[in-house]
């Protein structure tokens, strides 16, 4: 019962190192960008074709019926993001698609799974860099082989806290966040840095390079993969207001501990945003 999901991780590993290696590929070649919500919102044909690669093998391997699926690219042409309790994986082929553009060296695919709207597994595969991150619920949580954990910094002025403005460039939503970056930076912090994607952002918090990482507005497929390798590292997952943590609710704080966590959000200028679960 304890090994429950390991055939399932250990595919999710596998496809991720195939779908990481079609990115690397495609980046050599020229990349044609189309935009979706707005004109900072990009998405390639990488994004789509890595999106199928994924979900057909996953179902080719798990078979359709039982298992469901959420992923960006089929969310984004308007399939419904409906969580239930059956088995789940929810993806985002291509994590960073700004950086892949741009070829900053930052891109990961993000594969999560749950049952019962808990996650089970996670796998980060920062394919540029080739590091895999992974972690399965109470088996800890790795960089390739080696086990990582979250930093054991209690001190805020001596933190790196991680955060991103997203694609979302309405006045009162930037202002409120450059806002929030002000006072976290003048707690002050020792930096503030962003990789450009999240699911990597929060590896970085795994393996203890950071202390924090914040955002609202984030989707699920982002986030899903990287919360099981935060938690599986000693980390903790909160809401912006410090309640508890809420998979489709696009609001997230991921910490190496509650007190960093708790001032983190002490500063924290939260705005309304739609949830991934919301009827439209
Ligand atoms: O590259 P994406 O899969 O679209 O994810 C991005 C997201 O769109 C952006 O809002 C966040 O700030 C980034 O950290 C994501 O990873
Ligand atoms: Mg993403």
């Known amino acids: 019962m304890c090994d429950q999901w390991k055939e399932e991780f250990e595919y999710a590993v596998q496809v991720a190192r195939a779908a990481g290696a079609v990115i690397r590929k495609a980046g050599e070649c020229e990349i044609k960008v189309q935009t979706k919500s707005c004109a900072v919102d990009l998405v390639t044909q990488t994004d789509d074709r890595v999106e199928k690669i994924i979900i057909g093998s996953l179902k080719e391997q798990f078979g359709e019926g039982t ?3 959420i992923g960006e690219e089929s969310v984004s042409k308007g399939k419904p993001c409906v969580f239930t309790d059956k088995p789940t994986w929810i993806i985002d082929p291509v994590d960073g698609t700004t950086n892949f553009v741009h070829g900053f060296p930052f891109v990961a695919v993000s594969i999560a799974f749950a049952v019962n709207k808990k996650l089970e597994f996670g796998v ?3 394919c540029i860099e080739d590091k895999m991150y992974k972690a399965r619920k109470g088996h800890g949580a790795f960089c390739d082989d080696e ?6 910094v209690k001190d805020i002025n001596k933190s790196i806290i991680i955060s991103e403005h997203g694609t979302d460039r309405s006045p009162e939503k930037v202002s409120k966040i450059f806002s929030t970056m002000q006072k976290i930076l003048r707690i002050p912090v020792h930096g503030l840095r962003g990789s450009g994607t999240a ?5 970085l918090v795994a393996c203890g390079a950071s202390e924090a ?3 609202i507005g984030i989707h699920c497929w982002d986030i899903a993969a990287g919360v099981v390798i935060v938690r599986e590292a000693g980390g903790i997952l909160l809401d912006v207001d410090g309640g508890e943590f809420d998979l489709m609710s696009r609001r997230m704080v991921s910490a190496n501990n509650k007190t960093i966590a708790d001032r983190i959000i002490k500063e924290i200028e939260i705005f309304e945003v739609v949830r991934d679960d919301a009827e439209i």
Do not use: L, P, R
């Not at 086990?147 to 054991?152: G, K, L, N, T």
């Not at 699911?199 to 590896?203: D, E, G, K, L």
């Open 124 to 126: 980060v595969y920062s």
């Open 67 to 69: 298992h469901c699926f």
């Open 213 to 215: 990482f914040f955002e």
């Open 147 to 152: 086990q990582i954990q979250v930093s054991d």
């Open 199 to 203: 699911a990597t952002n929060m590896c």
